[in-house]
C-alpha cells in the first residue's frame, strides 16, 4: 500500500497507530517520513501535504477541534462576524495548547477514540452554547440538527451539563432548511407573534409563515442554482400572492448586513394585519 494515498484518502492525516494496524511496518514508515512522502506531527500524528490545517493544529496541540471550529469543520451555517479563533478541546490536567487558540477545559461528554481529532457532535454543541451569544447558539444548533439529521427529541434526551445546553435544547424545531432562516426565527419569535417553518403552501413549502397569511422567503447567497429554479419561485410567490397571502421576499444582504430594513418591513405588514387576513 502506498501510504501518502493511504493517508490523504483518510483526511490527510492520521494517527500513527492507525498505519501500523494498518500493516505498515515500521520500517517502511520510517522510510515515508525520510523521503517527504509523509511528515510526522509531534510525536503520534503522520500527515500529508493536503492536511486541513485546523487538524494539524489540532494534533500539534495534543487536543480536539471544539466548539465553533469543530462546526465549521463539520460544515454547520455559522453566524456571520465570528471570531475565526480556532477552539480547541483540551483535557483537564494537560499541557497548554503552544498555538494561539481557545482552550475549552473540560473532560468530554461523549468519549472519543484517541484517533479523533475533532470532539463530538454533542460537545461541540454544549460548547457552542455556552461560547456564543444565545441567538448565535441557536443558529448553529439548528444547522447542526439539520446537517447532522439531529431529531430534536434525540438532543432534549441529552444529559446537558449546562443550562444553556439545556435551554437552548428545549427551544430546538429542527426545521430550519438554511441558517438564514434560522436567524430570522430566532429574532422574530421574541415579538409574540405565530412564526412557523417549512408549511407546504400552493405545492411548495415556505421558508416561514408569520400568522397565518404572512410568507416569508428568504434567499441565501447559493440559493438559486439556476435561472429555472429563480422562475420557479417567482412562479410559485405569484400563485401565493393570487390565494390571498402577502408575500416579503428577503436576501441574505437584507437579513445579514440590514436587518432594520427587515424589521420594518415586516412590522409594517404586521401593523396592517397582514399576517391575519387575506390580502
Known amino acids: 500500500m502506498e501510504i501518502a494515498r493511504w493517508v490523504t484518502e483518510r483526511g490527510g492525516i492520521v494517527h500513527r497507530q492507525q498505519i501500523l494496524d494498518a500493516g505498515v511496518s515500521v520500517g517502511r514508515l520510517r522510510a515515508a517520513l525520510a523521503r517527504g512522502e509523509v511528515e510526522r506531527v509531534r510525536r503520534y500524528w503522520v500527515r500529508t501535504e493536503g492536511a486541513p490545517p485546523d487538524l494539524v493544529i489540532a494534533a500539534r496541540a495534543t487536543a480536539r477541534l471544539a466548539c465553533t471550529s469543530a462546526a465549521r469543520h463539520r460544515g454547520w451555517w455559522m453566524p456571520p462576524g465570528l471570531d475565526p479563533a480556532?477552539?480547541?478541546?483540551?483535557?483537564?490536567?494537560?499541557?497548554?495548547?503552544?498555538?494561539?487558540?481557545?482552550?475549552?477545559?473540560?473532560?468530554?461528554?461523549?468519549?472519543?477514540?484517541?484517533?479523533?481529532?475533532?470532539?463530538?457532535?454533542?460537545?461541540?454543541?454544549?460548547?457552542?452554547?455556552?461560547?456564543?451569544?444565545?441567538?448565535?447558539?441557536?443558529?448553529?444548533?439548528?444547522?447542526?440538527?439539520?446537517?447532522?439529521?439531529?431529531?430534536?427529541?434525540?438532543?432534549?434526551?441529552?444529559?446537558?451539563?449546562?443550562?444553556?445546553?439545556?435551554?437552548?435544547?428545549?427551544?430546538?424545531?429542527?426545521?430550519?432548511?438554511?441558517?438564514?432562516?434560522?436567524?430570522?426565527?430566532?429574532?422574530?419569535?421574541?415579538?409574540?407573534?405565530?412564526?412557523?417553518?417549512?408549511?407546504?403552501?400552493?405545492?411548495?413549502?415556505?421558508?416561514?409563515?408569520?400568522?397565518?397569511?404572512?410568507?416569508?422567503?428568504?434567499d441565501g447567497w447559493a440559493y438559486h442554482s439556476s435561472p429555472a429554479e429563480r422562475q420557479r419561485d417567482l412562479a410559485h410567490d405569484r400563485e401565493l400572492r393570487a390565494r390571498g397571502y402577502t408575500v416579503l421576499r428577503f436576501t441574505y444582504a437584507d437579513v445579514v448586513t440590514d436587518w432594520a430594513r427587515v424589521e420594518r418591513a415586516v412590522g409594517r405588514a404586521i401593523a396592517q394585519g397582514r399576517h391575519l387576513r387575506p390580502q
Do not use: M, N, Y
Request: include cysteine; proline fraction near 5%.
Open 86 to 218: 480556532i477552539h480547541l478541546s483540551v483535557a483537564p490536567g494537560a499541557q497548554a495548547p503552544l498555538s494561539p487558540a481557545v482552550a475549552h477545559w473540560s473532560r468530554a461528554l461523549v468519549p472519543r477514540s484517541p484517533f479523533d481529532l475533532i470532539e463530538s457532535v454533542e460537545d461541540t454543541l454544549e460548547h457552542v452554547a455556552e461560547c456564543l451569544t444565545r441567538e448565535q447558539a441557536e443558529v448553529v444548533w439548528e444547522s447542526a440538527a439539520r446537517i447532522e439529521r439531529l431529531h430534536p427529541r434525540v438532543l432534549r434526551a441529552v444529559d446537558w451539563r449546562t443550562r444553556a445546553a439545556r435551554e437552548i435544547a428545549e427551544k430546538l424545531v429542527g426545521l430550519s432548511d438554511s441558517g438564514l432562516e434560522t436567524l430570522f426565527v430566532v429574532r422574530f419569535r421574541a415579538w409574540g407573534v405565530l412564526v412557523r417553518q417549512q408549511v407546504r403552501i400552493a405545492g411548495h413549502a415556505v421558508d416561514v409563515l408569520i400568522g397565518e397569511w404572512l410568507v416569508v422567503q428568504l
